[in-house]
């Protein structure tokens, strides 16, 4: 056999060669089961809200309360939020000053909620409401013109003897209360009922008026209002309280 033959024979042998180890590789693949691995087991967040409290229900304008809550049965994958804020399974948070109503959640990732509202009083009632402090009436003006004048003034009048003895408590809650000192004497009134601060924060309607607010502090409360006298003709009246 000449070179050049046996040259053309080697070629074609490896040709064979590699087709029968294609057809040897593709054949056993269809017997090949692979191999898929389990995914890691992942325990899902467990947790039971046992309590979550406030300590109060309302609350002064721009002061705060405490929250307290206890979660259990939590495991590692367990995250508990209170308000989006992640927290422990148990603990104690003030809330921080306050100046309007607000629901606080307490929440577990595995879908458990609680939620507390805490109401908050606006500013106004809370100057009326002073601590829980009580109102004495000591001065009653009539916005009237004087006998020659022509402009109105306001004047001094008596203050009846029984309302210069109420005192007067105007609560968180929008209800209001009085009561006679000398009880003896004078029969306390009937429940005095509630009280409705204005959109415009500057007055409020009681006992069927409505009291435009001119001075209101820690110590002493001014109101002007409208007031049917007698004769039948409306007067501009002035009331000017003491806190005790």
């Known amino acids: 056999m000449s070179i050049g033959l046996i040259r053309t024979y080697n070629k074609t042998a490896g040709i064979f060669l590699l087709l029968g180890m294609l057809w040897s590789c593709t054949k056993s693949s269809d017997n090949y089961t692979p191999v898929v691995q389990p995914p890691a087991t992942v325990n899902p967040p467990t947790g039971v809200i046992e309590s979550f409290t ?8 721009y002061t705060g309360s405490t929250a307290k809550w206890l979660v259990t049965a939590t495991n590692l994958n367990s995250v508990i939020t209170f308000n989006g804020v992640v927290v422990g399974n148990y603990g104690v948070l003030d809330t921080g000053p306050l100046k309007q109503t ?14 507390v509202t805490l109401k908050v009083a606006d500013s106004v009632t809370t100057l009326l409401w ?7 009436q000591t001065k009653y003006e009539l916005f009237l013109v004087p006998t020659g004048q022509i402009d109105p003034v306001w004047i001094d009048n008596p203050i009846m003897a029984r309302v210069a003895d109420q005192r007067i408590y105007f609560n968180l809650d929008g209800t209001s209360r009085i009561y006679q000192s000398t009880a003896s004497t004078y029969v306390a009134p009937p429940d005095a009922g509630r009280f409705v601060i204005s959109a415009s924060q500057n007055a409020f309607t009681w006992l069927g008026a409505t009291y435009t607010i001119g001075s209101l502090d820690n110590n002493v409360l001014i109101t002007t209002y409208d007031e049917l006298m007698a004769n039948g003709t409306i007067v501009r009246a002035r009331n000017t309280y003491a806190y005790e």
């Open 102 to 115: 607000t629901v606080f959640t307490l929440a577990v990732n595995n879908g458990k909620k609680a939620s």
């Open 54 to 61: 406030l300590t109060d229900t309302l609350i002064p304008f």
């Open 130 to 136: 002073n601590k829980g402090k009580r109102l004495r």
